[in-house]
């Protein structure tokens, strides 16, 4: 914001593409921080699925221990 404000203070002459090359960075600049607020969101998302994937995990273990269970008081 501040080098906009500077540019704008200097005339056509000394100017030159400098406003051109402003706007090239400004440009990239927003589109980075979309890149990564998307970068973002996508890992809170991937740890959200990790989470409940661990979770899944941890409750298919229990049902597997608990029927194993089962079965060695059925073949006793």
């Known amino acids: 914001m ?7 203070l200097l005339t ?9 090359l402003y706007s090239q ?6 589109r980075r921080r979309r890149i990564l607020s ?5 890992l809170s998302q991937l740890r959200l699925d990790i989470k409940y994937l661990m979770f899944d995990l941890e409750v298919t273990r229990q049902e597997r ?12």
């Open 25 to 30: 960075v400004v440009e990239s600049t927003r």
């Open 12 to 20: 056509p002459d000394e100017q030159g593409e400098l406003p051109q």
């Open 38 to 42: 998307l970068v973002q969101e996508a």
């Open 2 to 8: 501040e080098l906009g404000k500077r540019l704008a």
């Open 65 to 76: 221990d608990a029927l194993r269970e089962q079965l060695d008081e059925r073949s006793e």
